[in-house]
C-alpha cells in the first residue's frame, strides 16, 4: 500500500480509499507507511452439476446454468460473479435449449409408466411407505409423520 502513494502522490489513499484507511489505523497501521497483507479469501463456495461451455450435462437434454452448475468456474468455484453466471449461461442454455428442441422427438403415446417404473423398483428393494412418489415437493407441516420423524420435537 505504501507503492499507492509513491506511485500516485500523497493524499492518495485518504482520497480514494479513507474506509480502509480509517480500520487499518484503528488498529496503529497507517497502510500509507506500511504494507498490509493482502490475499484471496474464501468468498462462498458452491459445487454444482458439472457442464460444458453450452451448458450442457452428462444426462441427455438437461442443460444447467446458474448457481445449479461450476459455471466457467468449475465446481468448486471461489469469488464468482454469480449474476453473470446466471445471465451469461442462462443465455447460452436457452440458445442450446432451442438447438435441442428441433432435434427432440416427443413419443407417440405419453403415458405415465415412468411412475409404474419407479414403484416397482421402490417395492423391489423392499421400501414400503404411503408416501405418493415420485414427490415433487415434501410435505414439510406440522402433524405430518414424516416431519415428526425427521424433525423431532420440531412442533413442540
Known amino acids: 500500500t ?3 502513494e509513491m506511485i500516485h502522490g500523497e493524499g492518495t489513499i485518504l482520497k480514494s480509499i ?3 484507511y480509517n480500520m487499518f489505523i484503528k488498529y496503529g497501521i497507517d497502510i500509507r507507511k506500511e504494507p498490509i ?4 479469501t474464501l468468498h462462498y463456495q458452491n ?5 460444458d461451455k453450452t451448458c450442457h450435462t452428462n444426462v441427455p437434454n438437461l442443460l444447467v446454468a446458474g448457481e445449479a452448475s461450476g459455471g466457467v468456474h468449475g465446481t468448486n ?18 440458445i442450446e435449449a432451442g438447438k435441442m428442441f428441433k432435434n427432440i422427438e ?8 415412468h411412475v409404474k417404473d419407479f414403484e416397482a423398483e421402490r ?6 411407505t404411503d408416501t ?3 414427490k415433487l415437493l415434501p410435505h414439510y407441516t406440522h402433524g405430518n409423520p414424516e416431519f415428526e420423524k425427521a424433525i423431532p420435537g420440531a412442533t413442540k
Open 2 to 4: 505504501p507503492m499507492i
Open 18 to 20: 479513507p474506509a480502509m
Open 37 to 40: 497483507l493482502v490475499y484471496p
Open 47 to 51: 459445487g454444482g452439476v458439472e457442464i
Open 77 to 94: 468455484r471461489l469469488m464468482g460473479n454469480s449474476l453473470l453466471d446466471v445471465v451469461v449461461f442462462g443465455r447460452e442454455a436457452g
Open 106 to 113: 416427443m413419443p407417440s403415446k405419453l403415458s405415465l409408466q
Open 123 to 128: 417395492e423391489k428393494a423392499g421400501l414400503k
Open 132 to 134: 405418493v412418489s415420485p
